[in-house]
């Protein structure tokens, strides 16, 4: 066993941070370095303003952090990248072919009549075990044909292959991220039949590279223009950053679920392997890969989206939003509401999410929230349920006797939202790390530099020690099955 540090970048849909970990067997300190915003940008492209990631820009606020990450280690031996899913950039010759799109861009709606023309939907279910969301990367593509950046690009690289990329100049898919694209059978492999059938190019991706595998070293020039040793190498960690919290979630799969709470919030369960059933195409639940060959079968729910739109509405509006406390006036409304559907696609692009909420009820013709509060009321209450459907469909369809749920990531912070949950279960809600993103990556890091070894069990065992998790109790009586409400407070 070795001794050293590990620095982790970790792009999330609103910001990015790296962060550094001092690693060893039991020892996991995990400390920021550094945090910028993700500004999406909007750009004319001719024909319309389409929305796309400030890639370069996220590169360089990266750089600047594993730069200070230098400064402040002692034996900084490796770094690991991840990032939201399903998003990839075109190349030629190695070079950017423009700003990669967002997934929340409105051009896949072209995408997805053209794929479901010639598959199914529930064909495409049965060959790649995802559920139906308007912007995997299959989608996408095939919104690209039309643009003619498929007839000149050579390669595409998902997000944290593509800084990966930079950072080395070696290219590979990782596991987990690939398994979000849509592009590989639930074997694994790439589904060139299905690909061809599409009229897509088969060999666009690079081959996929395992979770935990080496990229490479620091191309020297970055070694150099960072300060960092060239001996420095990045790791493929599971890149997509749901499979790295859920790595990092300290849970025993066998009776716990997750919810992993950021921009979204996943929720499901670990499996060993896929489930692949008519009923899960139903529930749209998903089979994506995580580390260590886990299964993640989960639901995408909204997640904190809902929140942070209507927020950054409320500014816009020239109110100057705090979301503390907002909550605590949300905590207070005793007005009972109807949940509205979090998982409706109105609420999938920016803009004025609480005119969006109000319309929902209004054509429902059920009483809308009227003030800050309320709305702020609505959203958790309607997430909470979101996520305890997701809870009990995740643990019938897996089989799973789910006794308790882990909650990490920002929503691990919400306490109103934790609660709600609890009550909605009738079961415990464990939250924390709010990290957990970061720890995942960093463990699978350190675990390939030798400075910690064992099982993912191993590496639960070592965030449940460092980040013991904050326990909500349910407040009622409710059953997993939702009968049965009996308030107990
Ligand atoms: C969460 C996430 C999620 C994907 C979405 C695009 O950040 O990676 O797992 O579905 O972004």
Known sequence: IRSGQVAAIDLGATSGRVMVADIGPGRLELEQVARFANDPVQIWDGRRTALHWDLPGLYNSACAGLAEAGRQCDNLVGVGVDSW????????????????????????????????????PVDLYLRNGLQFLPFTTIYQLAAEKASGLLDVADSALLIPDLIGYWLTGERGTERTNASTTGLLRTDGRWDTAMLEQLGLP??????????????????????????????????????????????AIPMDPESAAYISCGTWGLVGVELPAPVVSRAGWKANFTNEVGADGRIRFLHNVMGLWLLSETLRQYERDGYRADLAELLAQAAEVTTPFDVFDTDDQTF???????????????????????????????????????????????????????????????????????????????????AGPVEATALGNVLISARAHGLIEGDLQAMRTLVAAQFPPHVFHPRTSRTMAGDAVLAST
């Open 85 to 120: 899913a399903v998003d990839y950039a075109m190349l030629r010759e190695g070079r950017l072919l423009g700003l990669p799109h967002h997934y929340r861009d409105e051009r896949t709606a072209v995408g997805v009549d053209a794929v479901h023309e010639q598959l199914s």
């Open 202 to 247: 088969a060999d666009l991706f690079p081959d996929i590279v395992e979770t935990g595998s080496t990229l490479g070293p620091l191309l020297p020039a970055v070694a150099e223009h960072l300060g960092l040793s060239p001996a420095t190498t990045v790791t493929s960690v599971a890149s997509h950053d749901t499979a790295a919290a859920v790595a």
């Open 348 to 430: 999938l692009a920016p803009g004025d999410m609480p005119a969006r909420i109000r319309s929902w009820y209004d054509e429902r013709g059920l009483r809308p929230p009227e003030t800050r509060a309320e709305t702020v009321r609505v959203i958790v209450e309607s997430l909470a349920a979101a996520f305890a459907d997701g809870v009990r469909q995740a643990a019938e369809l897996s089989d799973t006797p789910v006794q308790r749920v882990h909650m990490v990531g920002g929503g691990s912070q919400n306490r109103l939202l934790c609660q709600l949950t609890a009550d909605r279960l009738g079961l415990p809600v464990l």
